[in-house]
């Protein structure tokens, strides 16, 4: 079994900050492409921004230079700093992360975390 578990969403201000976790455990033998996704009221879900294990990233046109993802392999954790966030970045943010184990080789997501940016 393998478990992503997101943290640190919330209510925040614009203009402020917050910063998301999302760790992977279980049975993990490596942990390949990891990222975050959103998903607002109405809307498909859309990248917001993923990292390889390289540490190369990408980012949607709309965080870039306010988001920062990041990643701690020994820990299987990744990070999103969210810097200046705005009202249209409330949603709900998903974790995703490429493992590769005893069953093979496949995508796992979270459960989700809530992100909600007042004005």
């Known amino acids: 079994q393998v478990q992503l578990v997101e943290s640190g969403g919330g209510l925040v201000q614009a203009g402020g900050s917050l910063r998301l976790s999302c760790a992977a455990s279980?049975?993990?033998?490596?942990?390949?492409?990891m990222g975050w996704y959103r998903q607002a009221p109405g809307k498909q879900r859309e990248l917001v921004a993923r990292?390889?294990?390289?540490?190369?990233?990408n980012y949607a046109d709309a965080v870039k230079g306010r988001f920062t993802i990041s990643r701690d392999n020994a820990k299987n954790t990744v990070y999103l700093q969210m810097n200046s966030p705005k009202p249209e970045d409330t949603a709900v943010y998903y974790c995703?992360?490429?493992?590769?184990?005893?069953?093979?080789?496949?995508?796992?997501w979270g459960q989700g975390t809530q992100v909600t940016v007042s004005s």
């Open positions: 995703n992360a490429d493992i590769y184990n005893a069953l093979g080789y496949r995508a796992y």
């Open positions: 279980g049975n993990i033998f490596s942990v390949s492409l």
């Open positions: 990292i390889t294990g390289g540490g190369n990233t």
